[in-house]
C-alpha cells in the first residue's frame, strides 16, 4: 500500500505561481512512476504531468512551458512547479502513484483545490 498526501493549492490571481506537493509513504518500491491529474467542474480527469522513475517526465500540451514535475527521491515527495496560471487551470489536483505491477490501481491522494482568478 501507498498513502499520498497533498499540499500547496489555494487561490491565485492569473499569471500568478503556485507549488504542490505530494508526499508518498509505503511501499515506494513498488512504484514506478509518480505524478499530477486535475479534474475540473463537469470535466473528465486528466493527466497534468507525470515523472517516471529514472526522471524522464512528461506533461499535457495544455500546461507544457508553464509547469513542472519533480521528484525527491530521498523524501518519497513530488512537486508541480506551475507558472503563469491561467483560470482554465482552475481545478481539483490530484497526485498519482503508479504501480509497476500494471494489474495493481494506481494509488490517489485526496486532492488538493486551486483557483485562478481572472
Known amino acids: 500500500q501507498v498513502q499520498l498526501v497533498e499540499s500547496g493549492g489555494g487561490l491565485v490571481q492569473a499569471g500568478g505561481s503556485l507549488r504542490l506537493s505530494c508526499a508518498a509513504s509505503g511501499n515506494i518500491a513498488s512504484l514506478n512512476a509518480m505524478g499530477w491529474y486535475r479534474q475540473a467542474p463537469g470535466k473528465q480527469r486528466e493527466l497534468v504531468a507525470l515523472?517516471?522513475?529514472?526522471?524522464?517526465?512528461t506533461y499535457a500540451d495544455s500546461v507544457k512551458g508553464r509547469f513542472t514535475i519533480s521528484r525527491d527521491n530521498a523524501k518519497n515527495t513530488v512537486d508541480l512547479q506551475m507558472n503563469s496560471l491561467k483560470p482554465e487551470d482552475t481545478a481539483v489536483y490530484y497526485c498519482v502513484a503508479r504501480p509497476t505491477n500494471p494489474f495493481r490501481n494506481n494509488y490517489w491522494g485526496q486532492g488538493t483545490q486551486v483557483t485562478v482568478s481572472s
Open positions: 515523472i517516471i522513475t529514472g526522471g524522464t517526465t
